[in-house]
């Protein structure tokens, strides 16, 4: 079944992080894919703070590659950035595995650099940014 929701500005960023929550249906492993600019740490922060993620733990992982955050009901949230990957073993020895086992929700941006990596059941979700600058956030389930 094919998703969408349209986000018309930032002012819609917390409806369609709602609305992504209950229709990712559970998944825990959701792979980014959008081009520098789209919009992926914006989305995935307004997501964080839909699950009562506090604002200022939220910060893009670039250079640390990943940072984890915690829910209002104390439950991690790994949030990944994998653009500076170069090397599949660089995400193999930062223990990948163990947050992808977790059964914790993984947010990644950058997946592209690890895609041989991912199991199966990730979650491909694409941010398209449109001409009259809205976004589009689409996932076939």
């Given at each position: 079944?094919?998703?969408?929701?349209?986000?018309q500005?930032?002012?819609?960023?917390?409806?369609?992080?709602?609305?992504?929550?209950?229709?990712?249906?559970?998944?825990?492993?959701?792979?980014?894919?959008?081009?520098?600019?789209?919009?992926?740490?914006?989305?995935?922060?307004?997501?964080c703070?839909?699950?009562?993620?506090?604002?200022?733990?939220?910060?893009?992982?670039?250079?640390?590659?990943?940072?984890?955050?915690?829910?209002?009901?104390?439950?991690?949230?790994?949030h990944?950035?994998?653009?500076?990957?170069?090397?599949?073993?660089?995400?193999l020895?930062?223990?990948?595995?163990?947050?992808?086992?977790?059964?914790?929700?993984?947010?990644?941006?950058?997946?592209?650099?690890?895609?041989?990596?991912?199991?199966?059941e990730?979650?491909?979700?694409?941010?398209?940014?449109?001409?009259?600058?809205?976004?589009?956030?689409?996932?076939?389930?």
């Amino acid at each position: 079944m094919h998703h969408e929701i349209v986000i018309q500005d930032l002012s819609d960023l917390g409806r369609a992080a709602s609305q992504f929550l209950k229709e990712i249906d559970g998944a825990t492993l959701i792979a980014f894919y959008a081009p520098m600019g789209a919009g992926k740490t914006t989305f995935i922060t307004a997501v964080c703070r839909e699950l009562g993620v506090r604002e200022d733990a939220i910060s893009s992982p670039t250079f640390a590659i990943v940072n984890e955050y915690r829910t209002a009901a104390g439950v991690p949230v790994y949030h990944f950035d994998f653009y500076r990957i170069t090397k599949l073993e660089e995400a193999l020895d930062m223990g990948l595995y163990e947050y992808l086992d977790s059964g914790d929700l993984c947010l990644m941006e950058w997946p592209e650099n690890i895609e041989e990596l991912l199991p199966p059941e990730t979650l491909a979700v694409s941010i398209t940014v449109h001409p009259d600058g809205s976004r589009s956030v689409e996932w076939d389930a």
